[in-house]
């Protein structure tokens, strides 16, 4: 059945107009006929072969559907926003560490790809997972590329998973500058993990766009590779160096994620310079599949849930 039905959507999505059609019809779905509980309980209990606890959580996974479901503050939003979160990023730890910055646009045509610089990266400000990764402009089909992006400025992500921050975003489509670890090496992501501002781990994450190839090390606050693992397997080949400046990452995140009951503050390191990546506040849309559980638990002691700030917008 899953086969049949890639194979469907591999042909509808062949051209734009069947593939607007398709969105607006399941966006229409989505909306209309499952309300956040049952589409969060659906695909929960389909990702991770359990019941959802949602009246007393005590799983990681579990706490961070509570929170997608009742928890609300408008600075989340903002962070959210693959633009607006630079100027929080400016405005707590310095413009200094964010990423060059070569557009932010409101419509695919105002892209003007001769006036861009031979490699570059596009994202879709609204969500997650939207980009473009640009090595050598000249080799791209930029036919296909512009139809992708139409489609995401279509997009409201908030719809799939029901992550309220996604769900009044104003679509765009930035324009950074394309990051490379240098002498070869895959592009590394340092997530910290951290908890009402306080920081418990860190994943470093190899080849994060590309799904398949995948590969997660965890590691404590003294650079101590940890025996847990989420989602995917540890990269054992490759040995991690313990950041020099890994002080001041952690003194980072802690500042970037003080406001917050939970977030996870991505850097970049890259020839010993930090670099702001994504503030996340449902990582893997509380989803990711823990190993051993005991982990999962103990992550869920750490997240404490909020009092106050409950959204008043609910649809269960």
């Known amino acids: 059945m899953n086969n049949v039905r890639k194979i469907?959507?591999?042909?509808i999505m062949k051209t734009e107009v069947t593939a607007t059609t398709y969105r607006k019809i399941r966006g229409m779905y989505l909306k209309h006929y499952l309300s956040d509980i049952k589409l969060i309980q659906k695909k929960y209990e389909r990702k991770l072969g359990r019941s959802l606890n949602i009246t007393e959580p005590l799983f990681y996974n579990d706490k961070l559907q509570w929170l997608k479901l009742y928890w609300d503050n408008p600075l989340a939003k903002v962070c959210a926003d693959k633009f607006e979160v630079r100027g929080y990023v400016k405005d707590t730890i310095g413009e200094t560490y964010l990423n060059?910055?070569?557009?932010?646009?409101?419509?695919?045509?105002?892209?003007?790809?001769?006036?861009?610089?031979?490699?570059?990266?596009?994202?879709?400000?609204?969500?997650?997972?939207?980009?473009?990764?640009?090595?050598?402009?000249?080799?791209?089909?930029?036919?296909?590329?512009?139809?992708?992006?139409?489609?995401?400025?279509?997009?409201?992500?908030?719809?799939?998973n029901r992550e309220w921050v996604y769900r009044d975003l104003m679509p765009r489509i930035v324009c950074e500058k394309l990051l490379e670890q240098g002498e070869g090496a895959e592009l590394q992501d340092y997530r910290f993990?951290?908890?009402?501002?306080?920081?418990?781990?860190?994943?470093?994450d190899f080849n994060i766009t590309d799904k398949k190839k995948t590969r997660r090390n965890l590691y404590d606050l003294n650079w101590e590779l940890m025996s847990q693992e989420i989602s995917y397997p540890k990269e054992l080949n490759i040995k991690v160096e313990k950041p020099r400046k890994l002080a001041e990452m952690i003194a980072l995140s802690k500042i970037l994620s003080r406001d917050f009951p939970h977030a996870r503050v991505d850097f970049y390191y890259i020839k010993e310079r930090i670099l702001f990546g994504e503030i996340t506040f449902f990582h893997q849309s509380g989803m990711g599949i823990i190993k051993p559980e005991q982990f999962e638990m103990k992550m869920g002691e750490w997240l404490d849930l909020p009092q106050g700030n409950i959204r008043e917008d609910l649809n269960n």
Not at 8 to 11: E, L, M
Not at 137 to 148: R, T
Not at 193 to 204: L, M, R, T
């Open 8 to 11: 469907f959507k591999t042909i």
């Open 193 to 204: 993990f951290c908890f009402a501002g306080e920081p418990k781990f860190i994943s470093v």
């Open 100 to 160: 060059e910055l070569y557009g932010v646009y409101d419509a695919v045509e105002d892209i003007n790809i001769n006036e861009l610089p031979d490699s570059f990266v596009l994202k879709a400000t609204h969500g997650s997972g939207f980009n473009i990764i640009c090595k050598d402009k000249k080799k791209m089909d930029w036919d296909k590329e512009f139809k992708k992006m139409r489609l995401w400025l279509k997009e409201n992500y908030y719809l799939y």
